[in-house]
């Protein structure tokens, strides 16, 4: 079989599958199995596979045809500037959260080396992204799961970030760490238990339960974040669709000034933020 034909077999296998976007996903996946690029595919669209290049690009198309997310079986996934590990102890870092950091990123400017809390960390995507793209920022990133921070520390290793960068296992339950923060972040989970039906496979199925269904976390992390923050400082929080409102009256009623609230690249109302000012 040529590049071409595996090509065309796995578009219409991950179809058949269900897959959203199985064209893409087919690409992504023999590029992988080749150690190609996606555009290198068609440069070489008429270059017969070795048995070994059709083995394996046979066994990631099978699993994403199982709806495994696509982000876990290439084995990382870009975030802004970075490159993570990415694999079922923690959320797949999606653009809506690149979001979440250029809003953190712009409250920061002018600030020469702000102190950072991260709040549910996950795989280390915002905590890392805010160490990479403000040189002077120090970031604590906590998560209830040890296993998340396993991940996460990988992906510090593996950014070179390692040294800007503090991880820490802690219960939302018991408040936030000690502190005096310029800015706290957090995506907390935010799925309701009864919506969790309505996602696709690739979530439902795949995605770590804790980090991606709860209620009462996004209220939790408001309740805490005045007793961590610096007078001035500001809280970051990813929101549900719809909520958004509600999430920004919840911090006005906090005390919280400032409040703002960010589009994603959908146009849904995806950050709000508020400063506090106490």
């Not at 994403?64 to 923690?90: M, S």
Request: proline share 6%; charged share 25%.
């Amino acid at each position: 079989m040529t590049v071409g034909d595996v090509l065309k077999a796995s578009t219409g296998f991950l179809e058949g599958k269900g897959v959203p976007s199985p064209r893409v996903d087919a690409e992504h996946l023999v590029a992988r199995a080749l150690g190609v690029s996606r555009l290198d595919l068609y440069l070489q669209h008429d270059r017969p596979l070795t048995d070994g290049e059709l083995a394996a690009a046979r066994d990631l198309v099978r699993r994403r045809g199982t709806r495994e997310p696509l982000a876990y079986v290439l084995g990382d996934w870009d975030f802004r500037r970075l490159t993570l590990a990415t694999d079922r102890r923690a959320l797949v870092p999606r653009p809506e959260t690149e979001v979440v950091v250029e809003r953190c990123l712009a409250l920061l400017a002018g600030i020469e080396a702000p102190d950072v809390l991260d709040v549910g960390t996950g795989s280390g995507a915002i905590a890392l992204a805010i160490a990479d793209e403000h040189p002077g920022a120090g970031v604590t990133a906590i998560d209830v799961s040890a296993d998340a921070l396993a991940l996460a520390g990988a992906n510090a290793a593996r950014t070179g970030l390692a040294d800007r960068v503090t991880f820490h296992e802690h219960d939302l339950t018991a408040g936030l760490p000690d502190g005096s923060y310029d800015l706290v972040v957090s995506n907390p989970p935010y799925v309701l238990p009864e919506e969790l039906e309505t996602l696709e496979p690739e979530v439902r199925e795949w995605e770590p339960r804790t980090a991606l269904v709860g209620r009462g976390a996004t209220e939790a992390i408001v309740a805490a974040a005045p007793g961590a923050l610096r007078g001035g400082g500001a809280l970051v929080l990813e929101v549900g669709d719809g909520t958004a409102e509600s999430v920004a009256a919840l911090l006005e009623a906090a005390g919280f000034g400032d409040i703002v609230r960010t589009p994603d690249l959908t146009g849904r109302d995806r950050v709000v933020e508020g400063r506090w000012e106490s």
